[in-house]
């Protein structure tokens, strides 16, 4: 009887360490899988041109640049890691097609269009200077960090007056990652108020893209576009050839649809080269005005407004925030740059609730 209760424990005992070597292949393995998705970001700076190239494990996914030749930082151009670019090339790189109008839509941007009574959002190079003193600019200050282990870009900039009063000062984390066929940014930015400043209700903002020909919805008349200054862009009709866009928001409008309307999410989809391509832009339940407005444009234009409420409500509502001197607020979004196989509502859903649990 010793000698089978023995052989039992014997047993027993191989049997636990086996199954303990196999939990720890097993978890070796599922590590090794997560460590295998893990991006590796490399931040090169350029002096010279004032620009810090993004790469995503080995190819390049964006371009941190504020050499001025914008009156704001921008992150251009956006590039799908299968090496599509979302973004329009004007006025960088003007390619042949598309649209030149609105030259201050460049690649993917965050201001706004009245910040006590200065227009950031629509100043560019094309502004004459006697009409100069009735915009912003956004002042790049300081490259704070490269932190290439995380993936975190932290800059520092101002937000300053036509004649140099400085009314915000902007501290923005850039967290670039990659997961699968999605290119990731979590754009971070505080503004702490340095005099005391009034954001009035405007349809120019926030959070900005400019996305390619191929990305815009269909359309085949001229037209004219207007800023909130009044001035007029005459666009020519274009051929649509290959221009697949729409839009799709959490809330199920589509197209043009989803202009004016408030949701958690909205998506940009279409095709490059017959593969699926989408950005999509993700609110924060943190964020004031959330969910946001979404000033989403057939031509191209895809952004998030939540400051501009009287605009998109007719005047059912009204925001006008402001912001007392040496008060703070943060607004925090989530970009996805995407190609492949076409995100799925619940998809997106499901990447919304994660974000929005995140601190």
Known sequence: MKMILRSILLLLSIALVTACKDKKKEVETQM????????????????EHKKIAVFLNGTLFTNYIYDGSTPKPVLYPLITRSGKTLTRGFP???????RVDHPHHV??????????????????????EDKKDAYGTIVPEQIVSLDSVNGILTTKSLWQSPDGVDLI?????????????????????????????????NKEGMLGVRVARQLEMPSDKPDIFTDANGIATEVKALDNSGVTGNYLTSEGKTGDDAWGTRAKWTTLYGTMNKEP???TILDNPQNIGYPTYWHARGYGLFAANPLGQAVFSDGKETLDYKLKKGNSVTFKYRILIHNGTE??????????????KEE
């Open 343 to 356: 995100l799925a509502k619940e998809q997106l859903d499901s990447t919304f609730v994660n974000f929005s």
């Open 32 to 47: 090794a899988e997560v460590e295998a998705t893990v991006p590796t970001v490399r931040f090169v700076k350029d002096l």
């Open 277 to 279: 391509v989408s950005i």
């Open 92 to 98: 960088f790189e003007p390619r042949p097609g598309e």
């Open 169 to 201: 000062e902007e501290t923005t984390r850039f967290y670039f990652s990659e997961i699968g066929n999605t290119r990731q940014i979590d754009r971070v930015a505080t503004l702490k108020a340095l005099e005391d400043v009034e954001f009035k209700d």
């Open 107 to 128: 690649g993917l941007w965050f201001n706004y269009g009245n910040v006590n009574g200065l227009d950031f959002w629509n100043n560019s190079f094309a502004i004459p």
